[in-house]
């Protein structure tokens, strides 16, 4: 146990590095979402394709300790700091393997991917942690339906569902392991089809308040396949690495392993949401065979590969294999490498806006353009139609939110997301008789200087000698003048 908590300590200090950075765009979605009115959190959350539970809680946050990064990503950091505690505490339970807990917990802590989201002020990574919270419930249920585990299962099936609605996904992986267990051990099933019936029904009567934001949700699906692509299902070794222990815990599962019961519910927590993600993207259904939607099942494949660790023959031999693992997983977290660059554990959010917003903000009372903002969102094609002020404020959030532009409301103004180089009628009117504009984009400074040459072709402004630019990782800004 205790060398479980040391392993905690060392993935809350990766976790807690880099907690000052500048918020990237869906991080400042939350911002936007925890800093307005009580009353407008769930709409904000909504046009964002999110439920609002996550934002409500972000939005007490910010009441009790103000407005900031740390504040944001709290909660993010304090669940991505807890998985390997709890994914050693499932390892354990079901094994009885110090080798397969302390792998698995070493593994999280490591990981690249889990550091950020753990970093991140977005509900991913409080949906990995009750993801293995309530996998653990589903195999203590199956053996013991207490009373107040069936509660817990609802409880935690509901919340889930609610802080990110494709972790919906995890309930099939359940009852398909509930049938694999009914079948290949049904003296140990003590958990009945009228049980599972009657929690699964609780379960979904709590998560019928959301339909109405589902059903918004499913009829702009097609904006995901500006993102989402069909994908092979073999995509999931790329995304998940670990996912290549799959065979062996298959093998080891055929050659009777003690551990074939864990592993029928890991595997089934690994593939089921995965396939029926892909089925219903390869169907065009709903395009989820993506990593930020399958984010649940992340510590299931890292578990499989723990747990294989365990079934070398000697208690040597099983040390060693975890050791090896947890070498392989450093090299390949980029941390070391990350570190002797820059002195960042990871690299992965290179959208400096609050650096952009607060050297623009000392250029605008010299320079007092209107400022136009490509911020890359795909919901910002619907501009183009006819729209509501919210549309607007959302397509702008990364300019008023944690960040805010010192300009007038009426001086910004959002781009589309395809074709931006072409302003519609309002903004020509707001911009011709000013002289000049500032560009913001969200981009390559190669992309932002192909939005800017679409609009100087258009009308809009001019390049001239000692213009201003600047780039902000992936965040330029650019003078346009007439």
Known sequence: MAAALLLTAVA???????????????????AWCAVGDLREVAQRAAIGNQSPLYFWFEWLLVQVFGEGEFTLRLPSLVAGSLLPLALFGLAWRRTQSSVVGLTAAALIAVDHTLIFYATEARPYAVVQLLAAVHIAITGELVERPLAWLRVAWVGVAAVLFHL???????????LAFWCVVRVGWPAA????????????????????????NLQAIFARRENWAAFVTPQPLWKLVEWFPWSLSVPFAVA?????????????????????????????TASDFARLFFPRYLVAIAPAAILI??????????????????????????????IVEQLRYDGRVIGDRNEDWRGAVNWLNEQLPQQPYPVLVASGLIEADALRGAHNELLEDYCLFPVTSLYP?????????????????RLERDARQLV????????????????????????????????ESGVEQKSFGNVQVILLRQ
């Open 12 to 30: 809350a200090a990766l976790r807690l590095w880099q907690t000052g950075e500048s918020l990237w765009l869906d991080e400042l979605h939350t």
């Open 164 to 174: 990110h609605y494709t972790a919906a996904l995890l309930i099939p992986a359940e």
């Open 189 to 212: 099933t003590k958990y009945r089809l009228t049980m599972l019936l009657v929690d699964a029904a609780a379960a979904a009567a709590l998560c019928l308040p959301a339909l109405a």
């Open 252 to 280: 080891a599962i055929v050659a009777g392993s003690r551990h074939r019961r864990v592993l029928c519910i890991a595997l089934a927590w690994l593939l089921v949401p995965a396939t029926i993600a892909w089925l219903a």
């Open 305 to 334: 590969a723990a747990i294989c660790a365990d079934l070398a023959p000697w208690r040597w031999s099983k040390m060693l294999i975890g050791a090896l693992l947890v070498i392989v997983a450093v090299l390949n977290s980029g």
């Open 405 to 421: 532009i010192a300009a007038k409301r009426d001086d910004l103004v959002p781009l589309p997301f395809r074709d931006s180089g």
């Open 432 to 463: 011709a008789p000013r002289g000049g504009a500032w560009l913001v984009v969200r981009g390559s400074q190669r992309s932002a200087e192909r939005l800017a040459a679409a609009m100087r072709e258009s009308g809009i402004g001019g390049r």
